[in-house]
């Protein structure tokens, strides 16, 4: 049976004519993942996002209102100024982060879930997303019955023995293997690939399928059983997995679908292809990028730290080395922006966006704002930490010391009232529980504090001991 919740051409091109007088919403990937989940047929039988009385059934016991197992809720979440221009009735246009028109939304509700605003309807699709990569490994579920699958569903990659029980079980059930590699939009998925395209190579069993799913890794119960049921929209009877089986045995006589467990397989357990491989996708420490990222009151000498540091590496240095400082920031990059809390996040989220892109492509990011809030810092390490290494400094000079230095006159100004929402003055520093170093400047010098940060970058394995970047 043709789950896909796509439009024929005549219609797509009805709605796409309609879309231009429609609210729109420009998708992140994380929904753009969902939506083409949908609009494939592999979140069958949902039809739409879920409406409020389906989202707490949902929550509450893994069941549509209908009673159909649904494992976890799956509502579009839309920025208020934007709701208020919305009512139930409406037609929202769903477009891809470029704006391209993916899918009309029917409203049939709005509703609120702990602060965030949740739009539920049905969806007709128009296009599915565009991916320019791995094409042909993009597979969509059967429109009707075919050879027998059974599905390993893996997040990472693939060793030999893992793979080779895999495909002994399918050859077992007399069933082809389908491997379902979750792509969650990152550029880990290139290596990935290329690590299971290497094992495959020392496969002896041929009757495999390689395949790219545009969703997450599932780390609970509820998220596999999730996994279980788009495995059996794509003919599968089975799941294979290291992950949590037991919501699926549970129910596996309902979604026909019945989970085993896998080992997770050994570094050891590789092949000289995959070992080669490995090392592309895995680089040893001292030839990742990584960001040191200073967080300070004005005045605490981490500008001067990230100075002597800068030079320290470009000296050794056969990476790019580039400093991010609070003050140049501002000035370049948001000099727009105010001094208020969201818009202080705004802008070490911005230096958070550049020194993880540097980080990603393996350079050396500095970065010295003062970055008061906690929240935020912790936003700033996850984001970069998913590209290399992440190493939070503290410079946790005292208040009154920075205040005696005050080498601009912010704090005399901000004392006399000339300056609002000053840090340390009139707004909070969140002295960080999470820093990999903390550094009092008022008992050693500059180029003493960078000797610190040289020195953990040498223990954790950023920097070799005495030799070149």
Known sequence: MNTSLLADKPRADTLSNDAQDMVSLDLNRSQVNDLELLLS????PLT??????????????????????????????????LAEKITIGDNVALRDPEGVLLAILSVEDIFEKKGQLLLGGKVEGIALPLHYDHRELRLLPP?????PQVALVTAGIL??????????????????????SLDSANEDIFGRIRCIKAALSNCAAKDIQLSILPTTASNDARGWLLQAIIAGNYGCSAILSSGDMSLINEHSAEISVHGISLPAGSPEDTSPELSKELKKFYPAKNQQGFTVFFSGLSGSGKSTIANILRVKLLERATRNVTLLDGDIVRKNLSSELTFSREHRDLNILRIGFVAGEITRHGGIAICAPIAPYDAIRKQVRSLIGNNGGFILVHVATPLEVCEDRDRKGLYAMARAGKISE???????YEAPDDAELIIQTTEISAEQACGQVIGYLEASGYLEADAPV
């Open 41 to 44: 047929g592999a979140y069958a």
């Open 48 to 81: 739409g996002y879920l409406k409020q009385e389906d989202y707490h059934s949902v929550s509450d016991s893994m069941r549509l209102q209908n009673g159909t197992l649904w494992p976890l809720p799956l509502s579009l979440e839309i920025a208020k100024d």
């Open 143 to 147: 429109t009707k019955g075919t050879h």
């Open 159 to 180: 060793h030999q023995e893992e793979l080779a029980e895999a495909a002994h079980f399918a050859s077992e059930n007399d069933s082809r293997l389908l491997i379902q």
């Open 422 to 428: 000053f840090t340390g003055i009139s707004d909070p």
